[in-house]
């Protein structure tokens, strides 16, 4: 009997799991069902096929596949991937929906499930859990979408019509000459909503006011309008009449922007708009301040600024100023809200048109309680403090709704054969049947708009499953059906503009997995960052070890009071504050993991030769030798053999991991060796996210469609700004960079040193106009900028072999898509010649396959840690390179100046040496790994250090008799022209 799978559940399984069961569905004992699956991501298809043979057909598939199941659109999907797998179709686009790779219409609930997914794909790529528990906990969080909630879905509701320009220019609302700046290119005069035209009516009576609608509502033209129209009746006034005050200078650049449209229409116009912002070269200050415009736009620092210096004076004493406006009210709040108030009453102050200023604000949702009444006098108080004059609760100007779906409201039972009927075909989707569409009515009131005291307002935005379930709830149709119907009728509304919609997606950073001091079959995990849990149990965060993933508590230990308290983990590189207090790690105990005659497994450095007492701890590495303690679920550290849970504590730095046994020195910061759920940080995760949706954004559409498809980031301040973008073009180059090698490589199958940069550079496709400084087509120049780069490049692709210098950005080695093997390595490890010319015991009854681990671990190490010979590399190189590349190429690629440039190392035997930096001691990691009996099959006990020694000199002597190793006295670099860059395809990767 076949093992009955249904597809809809594996698809949601971890990789490996739907890895194991395509492996049964490749021997034909399985049977997969697929009902209600209408398509699958195309990273799951793959694991789906992942072990069936690629020339299965139709046929074949259909002895595993009940093809009675299949749905019309998954069929189809199937059926391109097939065809695709058989070489008999071009390949599609890589969009896992085949819907989108078949239409120009987003659909944007699927769309964040991809940008999701690669999310999430990216956080679980470096997240190693050797804990069999804490993984399947960790795993099961995430699949509840515990770091990434469901979308809400926000209706943008329609606003009540107010008055065209000609309208109010007729009701003398507006100066006639308004019509030929508010309209649109075509000459259509603009239809103002209902808002606006109440602000436009209250300015011209000359009351202070503050508009609070909604992003998207037009609240810039409550003021502008009003300014524009004053600056037409009063053609002769000169020097500042209005200014804009906003908390960014993005805000500040898109308004200018917006008003420079308006004043193009009108040819010759007297309207002056200037922006100042303090990032104005001197010349355009200096003609600011001599030539005031009548319009400045400006922040409230620059605007404190004018009001202090001499210089400036003529900006913020202008007889003829009338108008002040504060956008984005919400934002001036406790101590700034204060600083901004008094700078106001200054601005008054020195105003010489003091009771003519008429204040305006701006701002979305200000208060949300009470009685629309209520909400306006709230509005009204907070923004007089401001204004430092009087606004009446009349004057804070809401926005008026009004419905989108002119139909009446449908009964139950309508919407209950409606759902059932099924949404009508593609073609018979139009605006008039959706806006008729007794669905259309359910969705508007009840994810957009609801009635309050007579008033529609906005709902509180919902996700899409919250709404099904209520849905589900009047119909009593299962959630499943009307969550799909949902879907559909809001992509049909989105394409025919019946009802637009915004998905609001949170996302959070990893956080950490927070877990009771028990034995492991006992302890209690969660995401959430709390103290305690039940029974007077301490909660501790887990990080993990980058090498191998076992886990340690972050704690504090005050031995004094006998006590462990949890430490938060985002204090990893805090040092501590209170010497009694020692901050540090602890890990439960395991068999194997840590005994207390275990000190033999700590490096020599650690400890010095005593006559009298032999091995002795120094006293600098003495603390960091393990302590065993019996700790209570409460924190309290026991001594009774009865109760508590055996664990291991080591305190800060971390220098190693008990169970790898991996070695850190005191100067690398502790993010580096240990991570918590998630390893990337803000920029990184927003880079990522960015990067993503763009991607599949120009996947999915083309033409011009594909030049719109962007995102727009907002952060905090300038610096956050700079350097979000400064991550971003460094992530996204190091990305192409390491694109255009695995192309190289996959396309060449292998790259010596003597064309690797060459064939990158070639693989890359840009030309001197995307690098060079100065274009050169012909003669020496063209080679000068065509070297420069080149040996830009070879060193970006030398300096990316350094092991986890990119935390959250892992380079293809890591990845197991680069494997770098050495020239005839391992003909060199089986040729008797050699080993009998350098002659060791160990290395002559070792088998050929042993001295091949064994000189691929050690060459390996020389080169992750850049002990190398490449010559751009060399310190002596450094400064001609650096220059050559500053001279020749330009932004993006060139050296920035200040850049640490990584240099070439050297390797020793010896100790005592300052230039070479990577030890070959017995201590080191090499030679730990080359000691160990685990290496020699022959062995049962570890080399002593008198015969490690002879071995590693015999070992580096055959190696630079191979051609390895190029070696200086007792220091030995890897020659960079043994090394084979070739594709791989690792589906896991092994750390030596």
């Known amino acids: 009997m076949k093992l009955p799978v249904k597809l809809q559940e594996l698809i949601e399984q971890p990789e490996a799991f739907i890895s194991t069961i395509s492996d049964i569905i490749c021997q034909g004992k399985a049977i997969v069902d697929c009902t209600n699956v209408e398509t699958v991501p195309h990273e799951k298809l793959d694991l789906v096929f992942s072990k069936i043979p690629k020339d299965w057909d139709f046929l074949q598939l259909g002895e595993v596949f009940d093809p009675v199941t299949f749905t019309d659109s998954f069929a189809n999907q199937v059926s391109h991937y097939i065809d695709q797998r058989l070489g008999r179709t071009q390949p599609q686009s890589s969009i896992t929906n085949a819907e989108l790779a078949n239409t120009s219409n987003l659909d944007i609930f699927n769309f964040r499930n991809e940008v999701i997914g690669d999310y999430r794909r990216y956080i679980e790529s470096f997240l190693k859990i050797r804990d069999r528990q804490v993984k399947e906990f960790v795993d099961a969080e995430l699949d509840k979408g515990q770091l990434w909630t469901d979308p809400l879905v926000q209706l943008n509701p329609s606003y009540r019509e107010g008055a065209t320009v000609k309208e109010l220019v007729h009701q003398q609302t507006l100066h006639p000459d308004s019509e030929n700046y508010f309209c649109k290119p075509d000459g259509t005069p603009f239809i103002f909503h209902y808002h606006q035209k109440q602000a436009f009516e209250t300015a011209k009576c000359q009351e202070p006011y503050v508009v609070t609608t909604g992003t998207g509502s037009g609240k810039s033209m409550t003021y502008v309008v009003p300014i524009f129209d004053d600056l037409l009746r009063h053609p002769d006034i000169s020097g500042v009449r209005a200014i804009l005050v906003y908390p960014m200078n993005a805000l500040i650049n898109s308004q200018k922007e917006e008003l420079d449209k308006f004043l193009r229409q009108v040819s010759h116009t007297h309207i002056r708009v200037e922006q100042y912002t303090g990032q104005e070269s001197l010349t355009r200050k200096t ?48 101590r700034q809200g204060a600083d901004v108030a008094i700078l106001i009453r200054k601005l008054r102050q020195r105003s010489k048109s003091n009771d003519e200023l008429l204040c305006i604000g701006t701002s979305a949702t200000m208060s949300t309680v009470g009685s629309r009444q209520q909400r306006r006098q709230v509005v009204a108080d907070v923004a007089s403090k401001l204004f430092g004059v009087e606004i009446q609760p009349n004057n804070v100007i809401d926005e008026t709704l009004e419905r989108s779906i002119g139909r009446s409201e449908p009964t139950l039972e309508e919407l209950r054969q409606i759902i059932l009927t099924g949404l009508p075909s593609e073609e018979e989707q139009t605006l008039t049947e959706f806006k008729n569409h007794p669905l259309s009515y359910w969705i508007e009131m009840n994810f957009g708009l609801e009635e309050k005291e007579g008033h529609l307002v906005r709902r509180q935005p919902i ?22 119907v949902l879907k559909q009728m809001f992509l049909w509304g989105s394409k025919t503009k019946g009802l637009a919609f915004r998905l609001h997606q949170f996302i959070s950073q990893g956080g950490s997995v927070y877990a009771t001091i028990e034995n492991r079959d006992k302890r209690y995990f969660t995401l959430e960052g709390q103290y305690t849990t039940t029974g007077d149990r301490l909660l501790y965060p887990l990080v993990f070890c980058r ?33 009694d207090i020692a901050e540090g790690y602890l890990t439960l105990d395991e068999p194997g993991l840590w005994d207390t005659g275990d000190e033999d497994r700590l490096p020599d450095s650690w400890f010095s030769e005593t006559k009298k007492k032999g091995r002795v701890a120094k006293k600098d590495f003495a603390r960091f030798i393990p302590r065993k303690l019996k700790v209570l679920p409460n924190g309290k550290v026991t001594s009774s053999l009865l109760s508590g849970t055996t664990c291991w504590f080591i305190p800060k730095p971390f220098l190693t991991c008990l169970n790898c046994g991996v070695l850190h020195d005191k100067k690398r ?19 990522l996210l960015c990067l993503s949706t763009t991607s599949r954004l120009k996947q999915v559409f083309t033409g011009e469609k594909a030049k719109a498809a962007k995102i727009l980031s907002f952060t905090d301040n300038r610096q956050d700004a700079s350097l979000q973008a400064g991550h971003f ?16 490589i996959q396309a060449k199958e292998q790259l010596t040193h003597t064309e690797l940069a060459s064939v990158v550079v070639q693989y890359m496709g840009i030309t001197q106009n995307d690098y060079a400084r100065e274009c050169s087509e012909y003669g020496s120049g063209k080679r000068r900028n065509e070297e420069a780069f080149r040996k830009l490049i070879e060193y970006r692709l030398y300096e990316d072999l350094r092991r986890g210098w990119r935390i959250v950005q892992p380079n293809l080695e890591q990845c197991g898509l680069l494997v770098i093997e050495y020239d005839g390595l391992l003909e060199a490890c089986t040729d008797h010649k050699l080993w009998q010319k350098h002659r060791h015991p160990v290395l002559l009854q070792a088998s050929p396959q042993e001295r091949f681990t064994v000189t691929q671990a050690l060459l390996n190490q020389l080169r992750r840690e850049l002990a190398i010979d490449a010559k751009l590399l060399q ?37 005592g040496t300052e230039r070479a930096k990577v030890k070959l001691t017995t201590q080191s990691r090499i030679g730990r790994f ?21 071995l590693i000199t015999t070992l580096i002597s055959a190696l630079c008799d191979a051609g390895y190793l190029l070696q200086q006295k007792s220091e030995v670099q890897l020659r960079i022209d043994s090394l084979l860059w070739k594709v791989s395809n690792l589906k896991e990767i092994r750390r030596c």
Not at 294 to 307: A, D, G, P, S
Not at 471 to 477: C, G, V, Y
């Open 287 to 334: 003609e600011i301040q001599n030539n005031p415009p009548h319009i400045l736009l400006t922040n409230y620092v620059m605007l404190e600024l004018m009001l202090s210096r001499t210089h400036e004076n003529k900006l913020v004493e202008s007889p003829n100023l009338k108008f002040l406006v504060l956008d984005e009210l919400h934002t001036y709040r406790g």
């Open 463 to 484: 996700s899409l499953e919250t709404g099904a379930t209520k849905l589900a709830e009047q119909t009593q149709i299962p959630q499943e059906t009307c969550l799909t």
């Open 547 to 579: 090498e191998c993933g076992h886990d340690y508590y972050v704690v504090r230990y005050d031995a004094d009071k006998h006590i462990i308290l949890p430490q938060l983990p985002t204090a990893l590189d805090i040092s501590p504050d209170d010497a």
């Open 669 to 687: 910061n502790e993010f580096t060796k240990l991570s918590r759920l998630s390893s990337e940080g803000r920029s990184t995760a927003t880079t």
């Open 729 to 744: 073009n460094d992530f996204v180059q190091t990305s192409f960079l390491r694109a255009a090698l695995l192309g190289a």
């Open 875 to 911: 310190p002596d190189q450094k400064d001609s390179l650096k220059s050559q590349v500053i001279q020749a190429i330009k932004e993006p690629w060139v050296f920035d100046e200040n850049e640490y440039l990584y240099l070439a190392t050297w390797a020793t035997v010896n100790s």
């Open 930 to 950: 080359l000691r160990s009996p685990k290496t020699w099959s022959f062995r049962s006990e570890p080399l002593t250090d008198v015969e490690f020694n002879s």
